[in-house]
């Protein structure tokens, strides 16, 4: 029996996630494996009607879970920044999810190139540092102090910013950070990823030639773990990264990036591997509680018409049992996919005229039949 926390969040998030749990109940009916949902209501309408984020009692309760299955978190009535910094970010924060991974396999016949070609690129991202730390501020006048806290598994970090500027103007910061020890346990992941898929090669993403401080200390860590690891090291720069995934995405397999960048490269990724709509996302504690979701926005202005491609949230159930150890049955997840897009069956975004609930009885039926 696996405990799953449900948190359907905002927009179109309830009806996605409805799709991923018919998904997970028909495997619960035709294979040895059971299911245990509990709801709960973390999103923008309890901030708007209690002013809360996400709370000490809520990390305290979901703790009690295997696994955390979320649907979409965003409001376009709430400020940019307030519900990504304060449940989003912090659900990873708060269960030090520190890997988050995002598999781009190409999708046929609905991937955005001219050219033929196939591909297969799992994306590691780091999930708790860089420039998404939350540590910045604002300084008026061009005097003043900004005290800074990144609170992690990790550590407890503490730092003053000091300003005194000769130009009486405002000024913002936004403060990067890297850790040895977390790039050194998110490098092992990586790695040992490596090792599985049965490959020899990681692509390390940065920007060391500007950001020489921060990076130079991800490179320096990277070369040393590859070295006694025997895995073969490749340095790319974000900007030729990004060239080089529209122009030959088929040259890459592994590629390990920093928070931001990776936050970046992810999308780009899943537009050239099909859409937003294929692309589900995990956020990994190896040790702990890890989260899944699709990666697309909440989509407000779609909420309730029935249009949004599930199909990134049914992958995700397939990332989660991955991650459970049913690897098996993600599998079962996967040809279920491929079978209803094989049979024409898509909504319309990839072109097709099926509705969100139509494609989610889709899979449930392949599944049900592949049974048989």
Same mark, same amino acid.
């Not at 990839?350 to 899979?363: C, F, I, Q, S």
């Given at each position: 029996m696996f405990k799953i926390a449900v948190l359907p969040g905002d927009g179109i998030g309830p009806e996605v996630v409805a799709e991923g749990i018919k998904v997970l109940d028909v495997l619960s009916e035709n294979y040895s494996v059971k299911f245990d949902y509990q709801e709960f209501e973390i999103n923008s309408?309890?901030?708007?009607?209690?002013?809360?984020?996400? !709370?000490?009692d809520d990390v305290e309760q979901l703790k009690k879970f295997d696994t955390i299955f979320l649907g979409a978190i965003g409001d376009d009535r709430i400020k940019p920044g307030v519900l990504e910094k304060g449940i989003l970010l912090a659900l990873r924060f708060s269960f030090d999810q520190y890997i988050n991974h995002r598999p781009a396999p190409l999708w046929k016949p609905f991937g955005r190139l001219k050219r033929d070609m196939d591909f297969n690129i799992d994306v590691f991202r780091e999930n708790t540092e860089d420039y998404y730390i939350g540590a910045g501020g604002r300084i008026s006048n061009g005097k003043g102090t900004i005290d800074l806290r990144?609170?992690?598994?990790?550590?407890d970090l503490k730092a003053r910013l000091e300003v005194n500027a000769d130009a009486a103007d405002d000024y913002a910061f936004e403060i990067g950070m890297m850790s040895r020890r977390n790039i050194d346990r998110f490098a092992d992941f990586v790695i040992d990823n490596?090792?599985?898929?049965?490959?020899?090669?990681?692509?390390?993403?940065?920007?060391?030639?500007?950001? +020489?401080?921060?990076?130079?200390?991800?490179?320096?860590?990277? !070369?040393?773990?590859?070295?006694?690891?025997?895995?073969?090291?490749?340095?790319?720069?974000?900007? %030729?990264? +990004?060239?080089?995934?529209?122009?030959?995405?088929?040259?890459?397999?592994?590629?390990?990036?920093?928070?931001?960048?990776?936050?970046?490269? !992810?999308?780009?990724?899943?537009?050239? !591997?099909?859409?937003?709509?294929?692309?589900?996302?995990?956020?990994?504690?190896?040790?702990?509680?890890?989260?899944?979701?699709?990666? &697309?926005g909440s989509a407000p202005k779609y909420r309730g018409m029935d249009r949004i491609n599930p199909v990134a949230t049914i992958l995700a159930t397939k990332m989660m049992l991955d991650n459970l150890g049913r690897r098996d049955l993600g599998?079962?997840?996967?040809?279920?996919?491929?079978?209803?897009?094989?049979?024409?069956?898509?909504?319309?975004?990839?072109?097709?005229?099926?509705?969100? &609930?139509?494609?989610?009885? %889709?899979?449930?039926?392949?599944?049900?039949?592949?049974?048989?």
């Open positions: 309408e309890r901030y708007l009607r209690t002013g809360d984020l996400l !709370t000490d990144v609170k992690r598994q990790l550590y490596v090792k599985m898929f049965g490959e020899k090669h990681i692509t390390v993403v940065d920007k060391a030639n500007v950001c +020489s401080n921060i990076y130079g200390l991800w490179r320096e860590v990277w !070369t040393e773990k590859c070295r006694k690891a025997g895995i073969d090291l490749g340095f790319m720069y974000v900007d %030729a990264m +990004s060239m080089a995934l529209v122009k030959n995405p088929d040259k890459f397999r592994v590629i390990a990036t920093p928070n931001m960048f990776g936050d970046i490269l !992810t999308d780009l990724l899943a537009e050239v !591997t099909g859409g937003l709509g294929l692309a589900p996302g995990g956020n990994i504690n190896p040790q702990g509680i890890s989260m899944f979701e699709p990666v &697309h599998q079962v997840i996967n040809d279920g996919v491929r079978t209803v897009f094989d049979q024409g069956i898509y909504t319309q975004d990839l072109g097709g005229t099926a509705k969100t &609930h139509e494609v989610g009885d %889709a899979v449930v039926e392949a599944i049900r039949r592949s049974k048989k």
